[in-house]
């Protein structure tokens, strides 16, 4: 994948965002959050509750990490549980 298209998918996901979203809701990034980084195919857990598209995801889901945006600045994370789907978020809302 080409810088501008990451590039592109990460602006996208923003928007797709503040568009789900109340803008308080959105998690801020700060250098406190991108202290985990995570790889792609590698299983992580929600570190809280999640609403994505009307489905709430408890704390503790797990998932596997399908797409790393921006060296980790954002996730795309797959779940199975309660809803199978794919959530893009931030590096906060994920622990190991």
């Known amino acids: 994948m080409l810088w501008q298209d990451v590039s592109k998918s990460v602006l996208w996901h923003k928007q797709l965002q503040r568009s789900l979203f109340q803008e308080d809701e959105i998690p ?13 195919y590698e299983v992580a857990q929600l570190s809280h509750d999640v609403k994505y598209n009307g489905t709430l995801y408890p704390k503790g889901t797990k998932g596997a990490i399908v797409h790393v945006h921006n060296n980790g600045e954002g996730y795309e994370f797959e ?18």
């Open 79 to 96: 779940v199975v549980t309660p809803k199978p789907n794919v959530l893009t978020l931030y590096p906060a809302d994920l622990q190991k």
């Open 28 to 40: 801020k990034m700060t250098p406190s959050t991108l202290t985990t980084a995570f790889k792609e």
